[in-house]
Structure formats: C-alpha cells, structure tokens
C-alpha cells in the first residue's frame, strides 16, 4: 500500500483556495473553476455539486443533501481513491458518497475497487439501494442498525462483520451517523468502529471533523496514538484524512 505523502495534501490547500472562491460567486460552481479542479486532480472532470467523472452521473447530485460531502472533499476522495488504488473501500453512512464511490470505481484511474456501504436507517438504505441498482452499480450496500457499546451507538458488528467476509478495507470513509450536534445518535462509536476494522497503513476519512464533537473525538483519537493526522480538507466542516498506526 502507498503510503500518505506531502504531495497528496498540497492539492487540498489549492483546492480549499479555489472552493471558497467559488462558494463566494454564487452556489454553482463555474466553468474556470471547474477547469481548474480538473487540472488540480489530474484529469478528472468535476461539475458543480456532483461530481462528474469520465460519465455524467445526474443522479449523484440527486442524492446530494446538505450533511453530503461537499466539493472540496468529494474531489479529495476522488484523488485520495485514484492514488491509494484501494481494493476494499468501507463506508459508514451512505448517500451521495457512495454513488460518487461506485462511479469512482469504475473509472479507468483506478482498478474496480469493492465497496461496502453501511447504513443504519433502513429507509435511507432502501432509496439508495434502488438508485446504485438502476445505474447497475455493484455496491454492497448493508443494513445494520446502531447498537451501544460502552455506552456509545456504532453499526450492529453482526452485520458489518458478515458484509466484509473477512476482508480488510484499505480506505474507510466515517460520514454517520448523524452527529450528536445535529440531533444524531453521534459518532463516537463509528469512529470507534473504524479504528478497529482499519489494518495498519489504511487511511480513515473521517467527515464532519471540524464540529464540536467530531473535533473532541478526533483530538483524542489522536492523542491515543491509533491514528496519523495527514490534514484536512477545509469543505466546511472538513474531512480529515488520518492513517492507522
Ligand atoms: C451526513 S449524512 C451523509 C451521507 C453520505 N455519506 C453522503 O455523502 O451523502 C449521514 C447520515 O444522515 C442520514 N441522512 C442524511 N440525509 C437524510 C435524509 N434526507 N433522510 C434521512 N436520513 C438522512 C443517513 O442515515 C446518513 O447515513
């Protein structure tokens, strides 16, 4: 496995450079800045909110909502996914993430990569299992309800357990629950999850991670020495990019 280097985390400031330009002419992005994410990231094509690969994927910016990853960090995982050429992506919260994974997948930057996508609302699961079936995506999107341990709510072991079938993710994307300062179950225990199931070297995006909690959550997770901070992606509230230890 690559491992996370300086250069990978110089396109971020470019690219968090170039968002808030964008984000202060207006909610769509324009043609420039397109063209100049594009050349940023090395030839894949970015639109406005969804982000376009080689193929126009409409449906992605569908699913968009406002709690989805924003530009600077969809572009992030994209170079992050196109460098690492992971073979197992794991991610705990579906939505626009993993239609933009399963597109990602497919792209000739990268090698077929699987991904699992772990759900906790069974609703949410069901709309997104419909539309990753109707563009013919092969996503192992799981149901898994929340269960406590040690008091903090993470994704039934059962399941995520019998979706990885053994295998290791080489890159784990935490984007759920919903966080504790949004009403959410919180994601101490996701993280925590994360952590447990991330082999050494594997990278952790974890979304969300400049708020309150997810910043308290990540500076411990920091201080235990379990993970390597890389940097983080400045979309807002930030996707930080961490190595397991
Ligand atoms: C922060 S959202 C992000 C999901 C995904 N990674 C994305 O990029 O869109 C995390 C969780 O919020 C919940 N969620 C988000 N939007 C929702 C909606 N409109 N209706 C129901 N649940 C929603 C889902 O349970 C989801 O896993």
């Known amino acids: 496995m690559r491992s996370l280097n300086v250069p990978l985390v110089l396109p971020f400031a470019l690219l968090?450079?170039?968002?808030?330009?964008?984000?202060?002419?207006?909610?769509?992005?324009?043609?420039?800045?397109?063209?100049?994410?594009?050349?940023?990231?090395?030839?894949?094509?970015?639109?406005?909110r969804a982000v376009r690969?080689?193929?126009?994927?409409?449906?992605?910016?569908?699913?968009w909502t406002p709690a989805s990853l924003r530009l600077p960090s969809a572009v992030a995982l994209c170079v992050i996914v196109a460098r690492r050429q992971p073979m197992l992506v794991l991610e705990f919260g579906a939505g626009?993430?993993?239609?933009?994974?399963?597109?990602?997948?497919?792209?000739?930057?990268?090698?077929?990569f699987g991904i699992v996508s772990i759900e906790h609302d069974r609703s949410w699961c069901d709309t997104h299992r419909a539309k990753l079936k109707s563009l013919g995506f092969g996503?192992?999107?799981?149901?898994?309800?929340?269960?406590?341990?040690?008091?903090?709510?993470?994704?039934?072991?059962?399941?995520?357990?019998?979706?990885?079938?053994?295998?290791?993710?080489?890159?784990?994307?935490?984007?759920?629950?919903?966080g504790s300062g949004h009403g959410g179950p919180g994601r101490e225990g996701s993280l925590a999850q994360a952590v447990e199931l991330a082999p050494r070297g594997a990278l952790i995006l974890v979304h969300d991670a400049l708020r309150g909690e997810e910043l308290r959550l990540l500076r411990s997770l920091l201080a235990s020495g379990a993970v390597r901070g890389s940097?983080?992606?400045?979309?807002?509230?930030?996707?930080?990019?961490?190595?397991?230890?």
């Open 16 to 48: 968090a450079a170039l968002a808030r330009l964008a984000e202060s002419l207006g909610s769509r992005y324009p043609e420039s800045f397109v063209a100049r994410v594009a050349d940023a990231v090395g030839g894949l094509t970015v639109g406005d």
């Open 53 to 63: 690969l080689s193929r126009p994927l409409n449906v992605a910016s569908e699913s």
């Open 96 to 112: 626009y993430s993993t239609l933009l994974l399963a597109a990602l997948s497919r792209e000739r930057a990268c090698r077929g």
């Open 139 to 178: 996503v192992e999107l799981v149901h898994a309800p929340l269960e406590a341990v040690d008091g903090a709510p993470r994704y039934r072991s059962a399941a995520v357990e019998l979706a990885l079938a053994g295998r290791a993710p080489d890159v784990v994307l935490v984007d759920g629950p919903v």
């Open 231 to 245: 940097g983080v992606v400045a979309d807002g509230d930030g996707l930080a990019v961490l190595e397991r230890v």
